[in-house]
């Protein structure tokens, strides 16, 4: 007996919704709302869909694109900076070079930048290499209409992309070296780890202390980092996964546990992504699997 195609494509579609969304529990709805379609359709339904895969990411692109609408006018009531939800992720999503940058926190932030239907028409075709008149069916467009879509997204991301070249082992290292002088409140060595110019975003979801909107500069935030150790006797830092690269996971030992995100250019680190609402965190305790 042949596995049921929803099944099968599971993990696919969950990483279509998880990157359209930036949400792993909206994903999941997705998720789950797209099981509920496919399963209500009788056999004789079933077998009159050719290309199951593209079936089952035609609904998953719709459900998404209502939920964008509604989640646009969410975010505007947002406290503070919003970020993307993290994902715990294997080692092995880092060896699909691509698909890890694609779900990078820092590649999400870029795609909360486009209109709706430029993000569904980046996803689909830039990572997932669906072709044009798929997606048209899916949007509702004609395929001319798509790639004009497609194209004005391509430039709009190429114009706001990290750099994110550098392997997992230079990741890993520079990460150790911040988390090393970060607990010892090194201030040369955080000026030593961070580019001049390294912006960090927090977003506390007003739930959790952090800084209200974006800095930028190495000079400004050394000296602040430095304090961590005063501030917090005994936290833990540690390295993980998230999002297909080397992260960190800061525990307190109580309440503000943190997720934190990097991009890193050249042995520094140029950005930080420290999430800290709790509502965010809550799934980090089993990998995803993500797939294209």
């Known amino acids: 007996m042949s596995e049921d195609p929803f099944v099968a494509h599971r993990s696919l579609l969950f990483t279509v919704a998880y990157e359209m969304l930036g949400s792993v529990a909206d994903a999941e709805d997705v998720v789950q709302e797209t099981w509920l379609r496919w399963a209500a359709l009788v056999d004789a339904e079933r077998c009159e869909v050719r290309d199951p895969r593209a079936y089952l990411v035609r609904i998953v692109t719709r459900l998404c694109l209502n939920r964008l609408r509604t989640l646009a006018r969410q975010r505007e009531d947002y406290v503070g900076e919003w970020l993307p939800e993290p994902l715990l992720t294997s080692p092995d999503v880092a060896e699909d070079v691509e698909l890890a940058e694609s779900v990078s926190i820092a590649m999400l932030a870029v795609l909360e930048t486009l209109l709706p239907t430029e993000r569904a028409v980046f996803v689909l075709r830039e990572v997932f290499d669906v072709p ?30 990290p750099r994110m070249s550098v392997s997992r082992t230079e990741q890993e290292q520079v990460v150790e070296r911040f988390l090393a002088v970060l607990t010892t409140g090194d201030v040369p060595g955080l000026l030593e780890v961070l580019a001049p110019d390294v912006l960090v975003v927090g977003d506390g979801g ?50 503000n546990d943190t997720a934190v995100s990097f991009v890193i250019e050249d042995g520094r680190i140029t950005q930080m992504y420290a999430i800290r609402n709790p509502h965010k965190l809550e799934r980090l305790g089993e990998v995803a699997e993500l797939r294209r």
Not at 212 to 227: E, H, I, N, S, Y
Request: proline share 9%; charged share 25%.
């Open 206 to 255: 007003g739930l959790a202390p952090t800084i209200p909107k974006p800095v930028r500069g190495a000079a400004k935030l050394a000296p602040v980092m430095a304090r961590f150790a005063e501030v917090a006797p005994g936290a833990r830092a540690f390295i993980v996964d998230l999002n297909g690269g080397i992260a960190a996971r800061i525990d307190p030992g109580g309440e």
């Open 132 to 161: 044009y008149d798929e997606i048209a069916e899916a949007l509702d467009k004609s395929p001319g209409a798509v790639r004009q879509i497609a194209t004005r997204a391509r430039k709009h991301v190429a114009a706001r992309r």
